[in-house]
């Protein structure tokens, strides 16, 4: 069931209207219905399978709280019979055991997220290999991939660690926890929730909060804009410039990396807006997941802007994990005493660098463009790391770090990086992509911009005047939040003022929205990773 269809819609309705009819203490109770009536319209199967890593970690996580708490009643009974190292030691063996189940039920989540998202990719090499041998090719599985695997495999991943870490104690109530990882308007295209953000937002019961519900309305709306005025309306030119790498090089390259920023970012904001707006009218709080990525002056900083559920879940469970795990310190000694102090304690973080950003890509999507596209984002970061030191030599020549014009040429120049690396989402393979990258330099004619070639991208004239109409609002949007929520500032309007905004936001969608008779309607593209 699309977010902008008309079933959604109607689906929303019928939900927020109950959800405030009954009493409190089973709201939970009708968010998890919900949640599955939603996730059931993918398919049964995916039903099964989403069930199937809600059991797991449910049984997972409780194993390992159980160890825990055994563990401390254990000691206090116990607190002056036993030793230090008496103590020490038994600790040890309940922290193998949790560990134990920690791994059985990583392995099984894991592994269902692998066998469906990945055989078919392996499947694939396997056989580029077999044709240079000229042998048999294996043939592909016959798999759908289930709707946001990738995003609630993650967050019951991180729900199992923390319970293993001892942040929390694991949920109790299997109906509950299963609602923590089915909660449906996240489970499109996230953001990646941890169990004490969310949890008990979802269980605790929210009473009918007028400002909630029209700040929540108000979200939702905004997202409908910029997935339907802009997302949608922008993709046909997308599509016909990536899709046709013979016919537009050079400077539609250049075109196709700007339209496609703009058309991700109005994409996957846009589905986030709708998200965290149908939690807010519900009462629940979930966490913002974009700040302003395109104001970014580095590529780092675009990455702690840019879907930041993401960057975090990567940054504590695999990239803190890793770089202090026992190989990591055994390689760490061996390059300080090869390299020298100062090269060798680089190489371990450069190392779990590399590995995050293989898996960031790898988790996007089962291909090698999207782990060129990780292994690009990564090379650009530990370059810039590289280069501190000119850095601080340059500003401390040239006066410019707080230059309009100065910081106006880093944002520019980390668009146009990010859009450039971006790209390897949309053409067919990767030695298409450098070889469009190529065209770049040696097929570059801006006239052919001037000449009614727009026109053939699958665009008309209307459609790039609500175009620039509707970016136009979205980035002076951005600006004003730069100083507080745009929602608060308009609530302090006389009502005049704000209604004219609401319905003028409400009309736009009406009007300028790419649907109607003929509309292909597309799913949010984070749906598919």
């Given at each position: 069931m699309l977010f902008t269809s008309y079933g959604f819609i109607l689906f929303l309705l019928v939900l927020f209207i109950l959800y405030y009819a009954i009493p409190i203490k089973y709201q939970w109770v009708l968010l998890l219905i919900a949640s599955f009536t939603f996730y059931s319209f993918s398919g049964w199967d995916n039903v099964a399978y989403i069930t199937v890593t809600i059991i797991v970690t449910y049984i997972g996580a409780t194993k390992i709280g159980q160890l825990h708490s055994q563990q401390e009643a254990f000691l206090k009974e116990n607190r002056d019979k036993l030793s230090r190292e008496e103590k020490k030691a038994y600790r040890e063996q309940v922290k193998s055991k949790q560990k134990k189940y920690l791994i059985a039920c990583l392995l099984l989540d894991l592994g269902i997220l692998a066998v469906l998202k990945y055989t078919n990719f392996v499947i694939s090499n396997i056989n580029s290999v077999l044709r240079v041998f000229k042998a048999g090719e294996i043939s592909f599985l016959d798999i759908a991939l289930p709707m946001g695997i990738s995003f609630y495999t993650f967050q019951a991943?991180?729900?199992?660690?923390?319970?293993?870490?001892?942040?929390?104690?694991?949920?109790?109530?299997?109906?509950?926890?299963?609602?923590?990882?089915?909660?449906?308007?996240?489970?499109?295209?996230?953001?990646?929730?941890?169990?004490?953000?969310?949890?008990?937002?979802?269980y605790g019961g929210h009473v009918f909060d007028a400002k909630n519900v029209s700040f929540g309305i108000q979200r939702i709306l905004w997202g409908f804009f910029k997935k339907l005025v802009i997302a949608d309306r922008i993709l046909p030119a997308v599509r016909t410039i990536t899709q046709n790498p013979d016919t537009y090089q050079g400077i539609y390259v250049l075109l196709g990396m700007v339209f496609y920023a703009v058309q991700l970012y109005a994409d996957f904001t846009g589905g986030i807006d709708i998200t965290i707006g149908i939690a807010e009218v519900l009462g629940i709080k979930v966490k913002e997941n974009f700040e302003r990525p395109f104001f970014s002056k580095s590529?780092?900083?675009?990455?702690?802007?840019?879907?930041?559920?993401?960057?975090?879940?990567?940054?504590?469970?695999?990239?803190?994990?890793?770089?202090?795990?026992?190989?990591?310190?055994?390689?760490?000694?061996?390059?300080?005493?090869?390299?020298?102090?100062?090269?060798?304690?680089?190489?371990?973080?450069?190392?779990?660098?590399?590995?995050?950003?293989?898996?960031?890509?790898?988790?996007?999507?089962?291909?090698?463009?999207?782990?060129?596209?990780?292994?690009?984002?990564?090379?650009?970061?530990?370059?810039?790391?590289?280069?501190?030191?000119?850095?601080?030599?340059?500003?401390?020549?040239?006066?410019?770090?707080?230059?309009?014009?100065?910081?106006?040429?880093?944002?520019?120049?980390?668009?146009?990086?990010?859009?450039?690396?971006?790209?390897?989402?949309?053409?067919?393979?990767?030695?298409?992509?450098?070889?469009?990258?190529?065209?770049?330099?040696?097929?570059?004619?801006?006239?052919?911009?001037?000449?009614?070639?727009?026109?053939?991208?699958?665009?008309?004239k209307t459609d790039y005047y609500v175009l620039i109409f509707g970016?136009?609002?979205?980035?002076?949007?951005?600006?004003?939040?730069?100083?507080?929520?745009?929602?608060?500032?308009?609530?302090?309007?006389?009502?005049?003022?704000?209604?004219?905004?609401?319905?003028?936001?409400?009309?736009?969608?009406?009007?300028?929205?790419?649907?109607?008779?003929?509309?292909?309607?597309?799913?949010?593209?984070?749906?598919?990773?």
């Open positions: 991943v991180g729900y199992l660690v923390d319970v293993y870490r001892g942040k929390y104690p694991p949920e109790k109530n299997l109906g509950k926890f299963a609602l923590f990882v089915s909660f449906f308007p996240q489970l499109v295209q996230g953001p990646i929730s941890r169990f004490d953000d969310l949890g008990r937002q979802l590529t780092a900083e675009y990455w702690r802007r840019w879907h930041i559920t993401m960057g975090t879940w990567f940054r504590d469970y695999v990239f803190y994990p890793v770089s202090i795990s026992g190989f990591m310190m055994k390689v760490s000694k061996f390059s300080r005493e090869k390299l020298g102090e100062k090269i060798g304690k680089k190489v371990p973080v450069y190392l779990s660098t590399i590995i995050v950003w293989f898996a960031t890509g790898i988790w996007h999507g089962a291909s090698w463009n999207f782990i060129v596209w990780g292994l690009l984002n990564c090379l650009v970061i530990i370059v810039s790391q590289e280069l501190e030191p000119f850095y601080a030599w340059f500003h401390s020549r040239f006066n410019v770090r707080e230059k309009f014009l100065f910081k106006l040429f880093q944002v520019g120049r980390t668009f146009i990086l990010m859009s450039a690396i971006r790209i390897l989402d949309c053409y067919r393979n990767v030695p298409v992509t450098f070889r469009m990258y190529r065209s770049l330099l040696t097929k570059w004619n801006v006239n052919e911009l001037f000449n009614g070639a727009l026109l053939e991208l699958g665009l008309e970016i136009i609002i979205m980035i002076t949007v951005s600006l004003v939040q730069r100083s507080g929520s745009i929602r608060e500032k308009l609530a302090a309007r006389p009502y005049i003022v704000r209604y004219v905004a609401y319905v003028g936001l409400f009309i736009s969608i009406i009007v300028f929205g790419a649907y109607g008779i003929g509309y292909d309607s597309n799913q949010f593209i984070y749906n598919q990773f």
